[in-house]
């Protein structure tokens, strides 16, 4: 097991101890403290909730591990640790399939174990820590299928997809993205391109992504007004309710083209506030250190990509994408830091996936070429 794992687990023990026995800890309160009492509620007789995405299902086998063993909220904090440690070793086994070397690798895991929020906010009863696990597992069974053609990985795959779906849509629709991603990288396996795969595995992947957009529809989210009313009349809704973090301040409003500027500059605001101007507690340095982390990450996520090679590339190219189809997603419906902090967490590993997969010293090589070549050239 990485010493880093071992070490992000005990810090989280710490946190679950804190929260169940002297609590709440920070990022503890209204939502965990919610999940835990309603998981209580349900274990009392076992009344499970109707399925429904989002909370229920997490609150519902909660619930069940309350009847089993106990009720108790460290118990709950506890196995939210247990998720986060899984979810660390699964990270270092698709490293370890994309042949990251170790000291990448360490380096990686050391930001996946020490990340603030990640250590509050995935030691406590909230449904991160289940959807970063769920999210992980999905990119390992979409490294074994392509780069170790284990097709017996597509049920590992589809349960994950399921798994993170049924505790938020917007996974839901990420792991749609998925599924007709990897059908398309595996026609891109081997020395040749090949038509043949290309075109029928498209037609299959535009069909997923079609189906998949009916289901989010009929199970996550009502679009039946159309998208863009949708939309505005979800940001209405958040807009109702006050908060200090909000970044926000009216809805992006009809029309399509004011959706697409009001996507992009949601996916900035959701990426990097607070700004610095926007700054008014101690709280929200350490968001604006981990979103500079995170800027850092997304452009060398980009020059990892530009210089890997293949297989490599096709795999990081589609990992990268997936992470900005989920972050793309989160900011349409995210209004304040305060929950993007928590909507970040399940990308987390991702971002460093693709990040590190390729050392300093060849992104630097790559750098010095680029230049020396622009030098000849002018």
């Known amino acids: 097991m990485n010493h880093f794992s071992i070490l992000g687990f005990f810090l989280r023990l710490c946190i679950a101890i804190w929260n169940g026995f002297f609590g709440p800890s920070f990022g503890a309160e209204f939502d965990a403290q919610g999940a835990h009492l309603h998981a209580s509620f349900v274990s009392q007789n076992l009344d499970f909730d109707d399925f429904h995405i989002g909370p229920i299902p997490y609150v519902n086998v909660l619930g069940f591990f309350y009847w089993l063993i106990t009720d108790s909220l460290f118990l709950g904090s506890f196995l939210s640790c247990i998720a986060w440690l899984v979810s660390a070793q699964i990270l270092a086994s698709c490293m370890r399939l994309l042949s990251v070397?170790?000291?990448?690798?360490?380096?990686a895991m050391l930001i996946y174990a020490l990340l603030p929020s990640s250590i509050f906010l995935?030691?406590?009863?909230?449904r991160e820590p289940y959807q970063l696990l769920f999210v992980n597992i999905a990119i390992y069974a979409v490294l074994q299928i392509y780069m170790r053609k284990n097709i017996k990985h597509w049920f590992t795959l589809l349960f994950a997809v399921a798994g993170a779906g049924s505790l938020h849509g917007a996974l839901m629709s990420c792991g749609i993205f998925l599924l007709a991603g990897t059908l398309l990288l595996t026609?891109?396996?081997g020395k040749r391109?090949?038509?043949l795969k290309i075109i029928p595995l498209g037609v299959v992947a535009a069909c997923v992504l079609g189906y998949g957009f009916i289901i989010f529809g009929e199970n996550a989210?009502?679009?039946?007004?159309?998208?863009v009313t949708s939309i505005d009349t979800y940001q209405q809704g958040l807009l109702s309710i006050d908060a200090r973090t909000h970044y926000k301040s009216e809805s992006q409003g009809a029309g399509l083209g004011s959706l697409l500027l009001f996507m992009q500059v949601s996916f900035v605001q959701y990426l990097f506030e607070p700004f610095p101007w926007h700054i008014s507690a101690a709280s929200d340095v350490v968001v604006l250190l981990e979103n500079v982390l995170r800027g850092w990450l997304i452009w060398r996520a980009?020059?990892?990509i530009r210089i890997a090679s293949a297989p490599q590339r096709n795999a990081?190219?589609?990992i990268f994408v997936a992470y900005l189809v989920m972050e793309t997603i989160w900011s349409i419906g995210t209004i304040n830091w305060g929950t993007s902090t928590r909507h970040h967490l399940p990308a987390w590993?991702?971002?460093l996936l693709a990040a590190y997969a390729t050392s300093p010293r060849k992104i630097e090589r790559n750098n010095r070429a680029v230049f020396t070549k622009w030098r000849q050239h002018t």
């Open 122 to 126: 995935t030691s406590v009863t909230l």
């Open 302 to 304: 980009w020059k990892t």
């Open 187 to 189: 026609s891109l396996r």
């Open 193 to 195: 391109v090949s038509w």
């Open 101 to 107: 070397e170790k000291k990448m690798q360490a380096k």
């Open 349 to 351: 590993g991702l971002l």
């Open 316 to 318: 990081l190219f589609l």
């Open 221 to 227: 989210y009502d679009l039946e007004g159309g998208i």
